[in-house]
């Protein structure tokens, strides 16, 4: 069993930075690719972050210069450190997780594991 438990959501002006946090626990040792979607009311899940089994960070092209994934300060624990927060960034936020070894799909539909996620809001 895989749970993923996120924290560091909360309410920011515009220009703001926040870091959301994931801690991924598991009845087995695996080699997990992790990542972070959002969603807003009325939309899809979407994709923001992905950082495979080697290290290997990918962002979507709406946060990237933004957003980035820092070095975890433990095995299967994930942070996202969001600068330059707009309100357009508004949403629910989730951690993600799907074993593999290698190369992170940014799909929802390729993860498995998902936290129960964490509200961002951007006050203009």
């Known amino acids: 069993q895989v749970q993923l438990l996120e924290s560091g959501g909360g309410s920011v002006e515009t220009g703001g930075s926040l870091r959301l946090s994931c801690v991924l626990s598991?009845?087995?040792?695996?080699?997990?690719?992790m990542g972070w979607f959002r969603q807003a009311p009325g939309k899809e899940r979407d994709w923001v972050a992905t950082i495979d089994s080697n290290g290997g960070r990918s962002y979507a092209d709406s946060v990237k210069g933004r957003f980035t994934i820092p070095k975890p300060s433990a095995k299967n624990t994930l942070y996202l450190q969001m600068n330059s927060l707009k309100p357009e960034d508004t949403a629910m936020y989730y951690c993600?997780?799907?074993?593999?070894?290698?190369?992170?799909?940014?799909?929802?539909?390729?993860?498995?594991?998902w936290g129960q996620g964490t509200q961002v809001t951007v006050t203009s």
């Open positions: 598991a009845d087995t040792d695996s080699t997990y690719c």
């Open positions: 993600a997780a799907e074993i593999a070894d290698g190369y992170c799909y940014p799909l929802a539909s390729r993860f498995g594991y």
